[in-house]
């Protein structure tokens, strides 16, 4: 583990590129962004199936076309 961070404290020190800066950010921020994106399928697989178990037929139509709608983005 230390011979890892000796050779990557050379990425990240003043005197790395500024291309590990930038890759690291991008990996943080694409991380977030699945992480929100799993969450959000997440909340409308549980309204969907909420709705179903409930019969709420307008309920079920209405998560279909939020389905449809993000699916087309």
Request: aromatic content about 18%; hydrophobic content about 50%.
């Amino acid at each position: 583990m230390s011979r890892f961070w000796q050779t990557a404290r050379g990425f990240w020190s003043r005197t790395g590129d500024r291309r590990a800066w930038l890759l690291s950010g991008a990996l943080v921020t694409i991380l977030f962004v699945q992480l929100f994106v799993q969450y959000r399928m997440n909340a409308w697989n549980r309204d969907i199936f909420n709705a179903l178990e409930q019969k709420d037929s307008p309920g079920v139509l209405y998560q279909a076309f939020l389905y449809l709608a993000a699916d087309r983005r």
